[in-house]
């Protein structure tokens, strides 16, 4: 049933008598109807309401930086005529706008986009927070359309805002304060040594040089008695994949056009203000937002530990590996759907329909 002036077949529950009305009838004459002379219009009635209310659909368009994401969703949500949820663990943050590559204002003024630069760097923030909001964002979005586009190369946070995350206990700011002191008084090798001891199957998967990870670990530790690879082997609060359908899309670069858009967009961040942008925030350099590519290097310079070419070489190295990363984190992913960056919108949309189509 499409249009809501077709013709439908009303059956009785008898199955004695099929009465075929308009569907834009104010009244239907009396008959043989069986045992409930309302039942075939109720049947009408949500069967029109199924066919016209299909699944919502949330296009995840993640992958690899400097792949051309940002611009592929702009395009998409033109298409669908819809609106963009930044995932980015950094453009999250109001200070950081060249460091972050934050969208062009253009950009953000052909489509409405979410989730850029809405909390400060000074303010507590975690996956946790960052789940809340947008699954609550993602509710309301979709009240207003059928279709919405997740962009972002933070695989940590689209991996739990599609499958769900873990039921873990508020931060303790006394207990991470005190690891934070022994990270700074011992170095990461001293909180690594203890992960180890009292958490070893996670020890063994998690990114080892991030020192707020380990803490984080610890800190949960601490608080409830139990290992953090206990809470993270179950997601206790359900993600997107168990309301909507999740189309996962990539971007498939290759190796050399890959670095020559990095090295364009860090040679474009020079050159718009990112020595800058770091000399304003330099007295907040040890904050975790600000143990960021890009901006680090740049502190590097400020210190005179190295020179301005040497931390432009070194944002393009680290940007690069960056990538290589999150090409691995992709990988365990089944059913993303890998296309061109050259790819023509019309093409995609094309391609999202018929995987919707399929079931995948």
């Given at each position: 049933m499409g249009a809501i002036n077709d013709r439908v077949h009303l059956y009785s529950i008898s199955n004695k008598e099929v009465k075929t009305v308009s569907a834009d009838d104010?009244?239907?004459?009396?008959?043989?109807?069986?045992?409930?002379?309302?039942l075939p219009i109720f049947i009408y009635v949500i069967s029109f309401m199924k066919e016209n209310n299909p699944k919502k659909n949330v296009i995840v368009i993640s992958g690899i930086t400097a792949s051309g994401k940002t611009n592929m969703a702009l395009q998409l949500a033109k298409i669908y005529e819809t609106e963009i949820i930044s995932v980015d663990s950094r453009q999250v943050y109001k200070e950081l706008i060249i460091g972050s590559d934050r969208p062009p204002i253009r950009y953000l003024c052909d489509v409405k986009h979410?989730?850029?630069?809405?909390?400060?760097?000074?303010?507590?923030?975690?996956?946790?927070?960052?789940?809340?909001?947008?699954?609550?964002?993602?509710?309301?979005?979709?009240?207003?359309?059928?279709?919405?586009?997740?962009?972002?190369?933070?695989g940590l946070y689209i991996d739990r805002l599609i499958y769900g995350i873990k039921d873990l206990p508020e931060k303790n700011g006394y207990i991470r304060d005190y690891f934070i002191k022994q990270y700074k008084k011992y170095g990461i090798y001293y909180l690594q040594n203890m992960l180890?001891?009292?958490?070893?199957?996670y020890f063994c998967y998690t990114d080892i040089?991030?020192?707020v990870r380990i803490i984080r670990a610890l800190e949960v530790y601490?608080?409830?008695?139990?290992?953090?690879?206990y809470f993270?082997?179950?997601?206790?609060?359900?993600g997107l994949i168990d309301k909507y359908n999740i189309i996962q899309i990539a971007i498939d670069i290759n190796k050399d056009m890959l670095y020559n858009n990095i090295s364009n967009r860090v040679n474009k961040m020079i050159n718009t203000g990112l020595i800058d942008e770091a000399k304003k925030l330099y007295k907040y350099k040890n904050l975790y937002a600000l143990n960021t590519i890009g901006y680090k290097e740049i502190f590097d310079f400020i210190d005179n530990k190295i020179s301005l070419e040497t931390a432009i070489n070194k944002i393009k190295h680290n940007t690069y590996i960056l990538a290589k990363k999150q090409n691995k984190w992709l990988?365990?992913?089944k059913n993303v759907i890998y296309v061109k960056s050259d790819i023509k919108i019309l093409n995609l949309k094309n391609t999202i329909f018929n995987f919707i189509k399929n079931g995948n």
């Open positions: 104010t009244t239907v004459k009396r008959g043989k109807v069986g045992k409930c002379p309302l979410h989730m850029i630069g809405v909390i400060s760097i000074l303010e507590n923030f975690s996956v946790g927070i960052f789940f809340k909001r947008i699954i609550q964002l993602v509710n309301n979005l979709f009240k207003k359309y059928n279709t919405i586009i997740l962009v972002g190369g933070s180890s001891n009292i958490d070893y199957k040089n991030n020192y601490f608080i409830t008695g139990k290992p953090y690879s993270i082997s179950k997601n206790n609060i359900p990988k365990k992913y």
